[in-house]
């Protein structure tokens, strides 16, 4: 089945991913959320990095309002909870996801770069959780994510006012890695993508699962759990390889086992 909201692209193992409804900057109802994780449970080994942008002046801004105006308690957990779901899943995906944030990240948007790995930011780019002006609270799991973050401060400070954020403001508090200007967002994104292609692709899987699964651990668990990840490396083909390279002085080729 295709998509009718998303764009997709591929290219030597980086997969570009377009939200593309740009007549209402981009947000998330139901259709869309349900293409975006059909396409994140389809993604198969081929891809190595994922880029996230969307289309128009708006990255995604946010949840569809019109969709959600008449929701009620039964409707809300739903929909909630599906949105969350595709957000996770996403987040879980063995490979780096990268947000090449273009506009408007607002709502579920912003959630949506916060369950990426890595978020770059074009200067018009605007970061903001405006629920509770509409009457709910972040429901993508943005409490959570955005308190990991940015702090718990920030987050409760921008999630209450509702205010919108600026890219340097963004850069500042590090929501986003770098701001480049607009043009240069998806060369800038893709140069990103493309360092982490060259690189032995079980190892950065493993550093991202050390990351992400170890922050949730005490010290000593996450230690532990880092060096049984560490120790895997060396059961890999690529470990060979990558450091016969080195000591021959060549350039190593990955094979992905
Ligand atoms: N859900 C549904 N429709 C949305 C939307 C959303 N989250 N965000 C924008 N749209 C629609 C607008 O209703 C408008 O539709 P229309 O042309 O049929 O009137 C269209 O997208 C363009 O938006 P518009 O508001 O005219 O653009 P703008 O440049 O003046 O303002 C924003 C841009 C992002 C500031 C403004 O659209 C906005 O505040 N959106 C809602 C953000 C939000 O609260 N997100 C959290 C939702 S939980």
């Known amino acids: 089945m295709g998509y009718e909201f998303l764009a997709i692209e591929q290219n030597e193992g980086i997969c570009t991913l377009t939200i593309n409804s740009p ?80 506009g408007y990240a607002l709502g579920g948007g912003c959630e949506l770069a ?11 780019a605007q970061f903001g959780q405006p629920e509770v002006k509409l009457g709910i609270i972040p429901g993508f799991s943005g409490t959570y994510r955005l308190a990991k973050l940015i702090g718990q401060g920030r987050a409760k400070e921008l999630i209450y006012t509702g205010r919108t954020m600026r890219a340097d403001e963004a850069l500042s508090v590090g929501l986003v890695n770098s701001v480049v200007p607009d ?48 120790a895997e490396c060396f059961s890999t083909e690529d470990q060979k390889e990558g450091m016969a390279a080195f000591l021959a002085k060549r350039l190593a080729e990955f094979k992905n086992k």
Request: proline fraction near 2%.
């Open 114 to 124: 916060c369950a990426c790995d890595i978020r770059i930011a074009s200067e018009r």
């Open 23 to 102: 007549r209402t900057l981009n947000a998330l109802n139901t259709q869309v959320l349900d293409e975006l994780g059909r396409f994140v449970d389809s993604i198969g080994s081929d891809v190595r990095v994922l880029i996230i942008t969307g289309a128009g002046k708006a990255f995604v801004a946010g949840a569809d309002i019109s969709e959600m105006s008449s929701k009620n308690y039964e409707e809300g957990l739903e929909f909630g909870r599906f949105g969350a779901g595709v957000f996770r899943r996403l987040e879980q995906l063995p490979i780096p996801v990268i947000a090449a944030v273009n």
């Open 183 to 230: 043009e240069e967002l998806l060369t800038k994104v893709n140069e990103i993508a493309r360092m982490i292609v060259a690189n032995a692709p079980i190892a950065v899987a493993k550093a991202k699962q050390s990351i992400a699964e170890g922050y949730d651990m005490n010290a000593d668990e996450a230690i532990a759990f880092e060096n049984r990840l560490f």
